[in-house]
């Protein structure tokens, strides 16, 4: 019996469905082909990636959650510090 196939996320069918397209085009797209699909994956890439932080949001722990946010919080300070100095 062959297993269901699960519905494939819309930025894995584009890189699939790109892949396919450069591998009939001999690896070697025009510069138009490379435009609409980098085009294409920066419209899918802000999409996604919304939803991605908020799953991984949901699946951390309140103490992971405190960890990512000094860490985020550490990084932002030594940016601001570096800048200060270098002025």
Do not use: D, F, Y
Request: glycine letters at 4%; a positive charge; charged letters at 35%.
């Amino acid at each position: 019996m062959q297993r269901p196939q699960k519905k494939r996320p819309p930025w894995k069918q584009t890189l699939i469905c790109t892949h396919a397209r450069l591998s009939l085009l001999g690896n070697q797209p025009p510069q138009r082909e490379i435009a609409e699909v980098q085009a294409h994956m920066r419209m899918v890439g802000k999409k996604v990636g919304k939803l991605g932080s908020k799953a991984r949001a949901a699946n951390l722990t309140a103490e992971e959650r405190r960890e990512s946010a000094r860490k985020a919080a550490q990084a932002r300070w030594a940016k601001a510090k570096r800048k200060k100095v270098s002025r």
